[in-house]
């Protein structure tokens, strides 16, 4: 059972909840200060073990959301359909706007369904027959990647079309593809379930999409259509559930592609409520987890373990469910503090012009600044209208090429959300949950803005996430100057993306005798210590040791960024023995080299960097991956692919400590910038100047030895590792 006590020490709840590992009060506990327990009973009820007490607080006007139970929810859903999104007393409203206010998303819809009237039906998988292990998993990709054209695609354009419009052409073309996969079995063992073990994504898009196609397009079924329809949601939904349980989700929520099957649970139950019995189990078991720990991936402060493509999708996946909840039954999970704040994690955790989106799987494949926004201005114009933002209704102004969603959420609001420059917020933000941070010179200028995106993550090196802890990626108005290199493909697991992009050598991160991060580690991990921003500068510094595993037992980065352009990174080290340590810089083009130098350019963006050590440095390039893209990749498979380029400044002699400075310059084609390197015993610094003003900064390679004079008595004494003077003349130490 639970056990709550208030401030004064009387019990404020108890509940007997079983073997359940979660749970939510189903009463509003006022706000105060509480402690609360978990207590073992035997068969007789008696208190035989506690785990002990943990303490919490609960503000004052804290948004409330207790317990309902879902067959209390269910009941609520009104009879009859259209029910998910777009609930048929919506509809008129809707349709009045389509020539007005909805008419750019509308016209993005229309253009999608028109285009699949001429449909035909999709084909049975043969992946599985393959008998190669590694043509088969490749055949299974390609498989996925066909089938989702179906189904996330064309059935759910012409479906949505049908709904709007009553126009029977699209219902036709829409009940091609849904009658055919309709027929296909549903066997947990079928290549099709999302327990296959070919591979789950084609049993994920049924999962994600059948439902709203029966719920859609209810209208134009029979009733033996409805039948069939009818009887494949509901079997593919206990497929999800069976999975669910077997993983144990509720108390090992860290698979993946298990975080979307939870929330397409509470879509699929609102969609078949009062039709089947499954709903009650069904939501019953989705709420347990999506209004607790939910997303496993994720911390409070909107932060995104796995990074913002994966964060971009996996916060795609659950809006369904909370937007159908809170319209059919009131129930609002929106108000929890992570869906309320992970819109800033996309919106400092990106280059608005930015045509990568580091870390993680797929940080290589577009940003913001690509490809009209690559999904990230659609995600972000739902949050700009659920929570009435203007600045990131601003952001999603900025996407070039994006005109307008096309998916099912698309008509949920009107075209344009509020929007206003974000000026006077700050210009730097860390999520500290999932050790993130995002740096930038001026979020309200995408074309000039410096920015760094920061990780040092205590997830590890699990799931999507790489061994790339401490790691940094700069890009100058989205220009990408410091990249994680390698490429997120042929498919998950492959040689070169198992070990070269997943690896810590192929990130901007230190390596010690040669040796990097453990891969695929959630104890290899690391964490933000401190992080403190002001008008003129922002510093951080973050903790890596634990992700060596022993190789080191020391691992600081300590970054000071003077805006706009000069950062200053000190690296202090230390190993268990005798050591060589390697500082790694990774960009698309070919970098100019001397001796502690390294300068890389992009399209008239410039990324100086100065790297000295006590030890000595020699910097050495090369075009080569360890383990080329298409190792071990069947020819017919085998795609080419760019190198990317790689520094790497080692040092010169061996130690137990050291410690590494780089002063990392970045600056645009049109700005006057001129980078000056600083000398001090024991310390290196450098200064910028320009339009701007100058900025200076310095860190301490020696420790214990007194710095430059005029930064106070810490760097006097010797006990600071760093110190600047930000362009407003405002001083920092560190």
Same mark, same amino acid.
């Given at each position: *059972?639970?056990?709550?006590?208030?401030?004064?020490?009387? @019990? $404020?709840?108890?509940?007997?909840? !079983?073997?359940?590992?979660?749970?939510?009060?189903?009463?509003?506990?006022?706000?105060?200060?509480?402690?609360?327990?978990?207590?073992?009973?035997?068969?007789?009820? /008696?208190?035989?073990?506690?785990?002990?007490?943990?303490?919490?607080?609960?503000?004052?006007?804290?948004? +409330?959301?207790?317990?309902?139970?879902?067959?209390?929810?269910?009941?609520?859903?009104?009879?009859?359909?259209?029910? %998910?999104? &777009?609930?048929?007393?919506?509809?008129?409203?809707?349709?009045?706007?389509?020539?007005?206010?909805?008419?750019?998303?509308?016209?993005?819809?229309?253009?999608?369904?028109?285009?699949?009237?001429?449909?035909?039906?999709?084909? &049975?998988?043969?992946?599985? %027959?393959?008998?190669?292990?590694?043509?088969?998993?490749?055949?299974?990709? *390609?498989?996925?990647? &066909?089938?989702?054209?179906? #189904?996330?695609?064309?059935?759910?354009?012409?479906?949505?079309?049908?709904?709007?419009?009553?126009?029977?052409?699209?219902?036709?073309?829409?009940?091609?593809?849904?009658?055919?996969?309709?027929?296909?079995?549903?066997?947990?063992?079928?290549?099709?379930?999302?327990?296959?073990?070919?591979?789950?994504?084609?049993?994920?898009?049924?999962?994600?999409?059948?439902?709203?196609?029966?719920?859609?397009?209810?209208?134009?079924?029979?009733?033996?259509? *409805?039948?069939?329809?009818?009887?494949?949601?509901?079997?593919?939904?206990?497929? @999800?559930?069976?999975?669910?349980?077997?993983?144990?989700?509720?108390?090992?929520?860290?698979?993946?592609?298990?975080?979307?099957?939870?929330?397409?649970?509470?879509?699929?139950?609102?969609?078949?409520?009062?039709?089947?019995?499954?709903?009650?189990?069904?939501?019953?078991?989705?709420?347990?987890?999506?209004?607790?720990?939910?997303?496993?991936?994720?911390?409070?402060?909107?932060?995104?373990?796995?990074?913002?493509?994966?964060?971009?999708?996996?916060?795609?996946?659950?809006?369904?469910?909370?937007?159908?909840?809170?319209?059919?039954?009131?129930?609002?999970?929106?108000?929890?503090?992570?869906?309320?704040?992970?819109?800033?994690?996309?919106?400092?955790?990106?280059?608005?012009?930015?045509?990568?989106?580091?870390?993680?799987?797929?940080?290589?494949?577009?940003?913001?600044?690509?490809?009209?926004?690559?999904?990230?201005?659609?995600?972000?114009?739902?949050?700009?209208?659920?929570?009435?933002?203007?600045?990131?209704?601003?952001?999603?102004?900025?996407?070039?090429?994006?005109?307008?969603?096309?998916?099912?959420?698309?008509?949920?609001?009107?075209?344009?959300?509020?929007?206003?420059?974000?000026?006077?917020?700050?210009?730097?933000?860390?999520?500290?949950?999932?050790?993130?941070?995002?740096?930038?010179?001026?979020? =309200?200028?995408?074309?000039?803005?410096?920015?760094? #995106?920061?990780?040092?993550?205590? &997830?590890?090196?699990?799931?999507?996430?790489?061994?790339? +802890?401490?790691?940094?990626?700069?890009?100058?108005?989205?220009?990408?100057?410091?990249?994680?290199?390698?490429?997120?493909?042929?498919?998950?697991?492959?040689?070169?993306?198992?070990?070269?992009?997943?690896?810590?050598?192929?990130?901007?991160?230190?390596? @010690?005798?040669?040796?990097?991060?453990?891969?695929?580690? $959630?104890?290899?991990?690391?964490?933000?210590?401190?992080?403190?921003?002001? +008008?003129?500068?922002?510093?951080? %510094? $973050?903790? $890596?040791?634990?992700?060596?595993?022993?190789? %080191?037992?020391?691992?600081?980065?300590?970054?000071?960024?003077?805006?706009?352009?000069?950062?200053?990174?000190?690296?202090?080290?230390?190993?268990?023995?005798?050591?060589?340590?390697?500082?790694?810089?990774? =960009?698309?083009?070919?970098?100019?080299?001397?001796?502690?130098?390294?300068?890389?350019?992009?399209?008239?963006?410039?990324?100086?960097?100065?790297?000295?050590?006590?030890?000595?440095?020699?910097?050495?390039?090369?075009?080569?991956?360890?383990?080329?893209?298409?190792?071990?990749?069947?020819?017919?498979?085998?795609?080419?692919?760019? /190198?990317?380029?790689? @520094?790497?400044?080692?040092?010169?002699?061996?130690?137990?400590?050291?410690?590494?400075?780089?002063?990392?310059?970045?600056?645009?084609?049109?700005?006057?910038?001129?980078?000056?390197?600083?000398?001090?015993?024991?310390?290196? !610094?450098?200064?910028?100047?320009?339009?701007?003003?100058?900025?200076?900064?310095?860190?301490?390679?020696?420790?214990?030895?007194?710095?430059?004079?005029?930064?106070?008595?810490?760097?006097?004494?010797?006990?600071?590792?760093?110190?600047?003077?930000?362009?407003?003349?405002?001083?920092?130490?560190?």
């Amino acid at each position: *059972k639970r056990l709550f006590h208030g401030a004064d020490g009387g @019990v $404020a709840y108890e509940k007997a909840i !079983g073997s359940d590992p979660v749970h939510l009060p189903d009463v509003v506990l006022e706000s105060g200060n509480y402690a609360w327990d978990v207590i073992a009973l035997d068969e007789n009820g /008696n208190d035989v073990a506690r785990r002990g007490e943990w303490k919490f607080s609960i503000a004052e006007d804290v948004p +409330q959301l207790p317990w309902v139970d879902p067959e209390e929810l269910l009941s609520r859903i009104p009879e009859g359909h259209s029910r %998910l999104l &777009y609930p048929r007393a919506s509809l008129a409203e809707i349709r009045s706007t389509l020539a007005t206010t909805r008419k750019r998303s509308w016209q993005a819809n229309l253009r999608a369904a028109d285009g699949a009237l001429d449909t035909d039906v999709p084909q &049975y998988p043969t992946y599985h %027959l393959t008998e190669d292990r590694q043509e088969c998993r490749l055949e299974y990709v *390609k498989y996925f990647q &066909y089938i989702r054209g179906y #189904i996330d695609g064309k059935l759910m354009h012409l479906a949505l079309a049908f709904l709007i419009t009553e126009e029977a052409k699209y219902a036709d073309a829409a009940k091609r593809i849904l009658l055919e996969i309709a027929r296909w079995p549903t066997d947990d063992d079928d290549v099709t379930s999302v327990s296959a073990k070919w591979g789950d994504e084609p049993g994920l898009s049924y999962a994600k999409c059948a439902h709203f196609a029966y719920d859609w397009l209810y209208h134009a079924l029979d009733d033996r259509e *409805k039948e069939l329809v009818f009887k494949m949601c509901e079997e593919r939904a206990w497929q @999800v559930y069976r999975r669910l349980v077997r993983s144990n989700y509720l108390t090992n929520p860290g698979g993946s592609h298990e975080g979307r099957l939870i929330a397409y649970l509470s879509d699929i139950s609102i969609v078949l409520a009062g039709e089947s019995e499954g709903p009650k189990t069904w939501l019953d078991y989705s709420l347990k987890a999506l209004t607790t720990f939910y997303p496993h991936w994720a911390g409070y402060e909107g932060g995104w373990a796995e990074g913002p493509p994966y964060g971009l999708w996996y916060n795609e996946f659950y809006i369904p469910a909370f937007e159908g909840l809170k319209q059919t039954t009131g129930f609002d999970l929106w108000q929890r503090p992570f869906f309320n704040n992970v819109r800033y994690f996309f919106f400092y955790c990106t280059a608005l012009r930015g045509e990568i989106r580091p870390f993680g799987d797929s940080a290589e494949n577009g940003g913001p600044g690509a490809r009209g926004g690559s999904g990230d201005a659609s995600l972000m114009w739902h949050h700009a209208h659920r929570f009435a933002d203007p600045h990131v209704g601003w952001w999603v102004d900025q996407i070039r090429d994006w005109s307008g969603g096309g998916g099912k959420i698309s008509l949920l609001f009107e075209d344009d959300p509020p929007s206003s420059p974000p000026v006077g917020i700050p210009n730097s933000r860390a999520f500290r949950g999932v050790g993130w941070a995002g740096l930038h010179s001026d979020l =309200a200028d995408p074309d000039g803005d410096t920015c760094m #995106i920061f990780k040092s993550s205590p &997830y590890g090196s699990v799931s999507h996430s790489h061994a790339d +802890q401490n790691a940094f990626a700069i890009m100058k108005g989205g220009q990408a100057l410091a990249i994680p290199s390698g490429y997120y493909g042929p498919s998950y697991g492959q040689a070169h993306h198992a070990e070269w992009t997943r690896s810590t050598k192929g990130n901007n991160c230190v390596l @010690v005798d040669g040796q990097g991060q453990e891969i695929r580690s $959630a104890r290899a991990n690391g964490r933000i210590v401190d992080f403190e921003n002001r +008008q003129g500068l922002t510093y951080l %510094l $973050a903790d $890596a040791a634990p992700a060596y595993m022993g190789k %080191l037992t020391r691992c600081d980065r300590h970054i000071l960024f003077l805006r706009p352009g000069l950062f200053l990174m000190l690296d202090d080290l230390a190993a268990p023995q005798e050591a060589t340590y390697q500082w790694m810089l990774h =960009a698309f083009e070919e970098m100019g080299v001397e001796e502690g130098r390294a300068v890389s350019r992009r399209n008239g963006a410039t990324l100086d960097a100065r790297v000295v050590c006590p030890l000595g440095l020699t910097l050495s390039q090369t075009d080569q991956f360890d383990t080329p893209y298409n190792e071990g990749i069947p020819e017919q498979f085998q795609k080419d692919r760019p /190198n990317h380029w790689h @520094v790497t400044a080692g040092t010169d002699g061996k130690a137990t400590a050291t410690r590494i400075g780089a002063a990392l310059g970045v600056y645009g084609p049109e700005e006057a910038f001129e980078l000056k390197v600083l000398e001090w015993d024991g310390w290196f !610094g450098a200064e910028a100047s320009g339009a701007f003003g100058s900025v200076v900064g310095w860190m301490q390679l020696v420790e214990g030895m007194a710095g430059p004079d005029g930064f106070g008595e810490s760097v006097d004494a010797g006990s600071a590792k760093m110190c600047g003077r930000a362009s407003d003349g405002e001083l920092f130490t560190r």
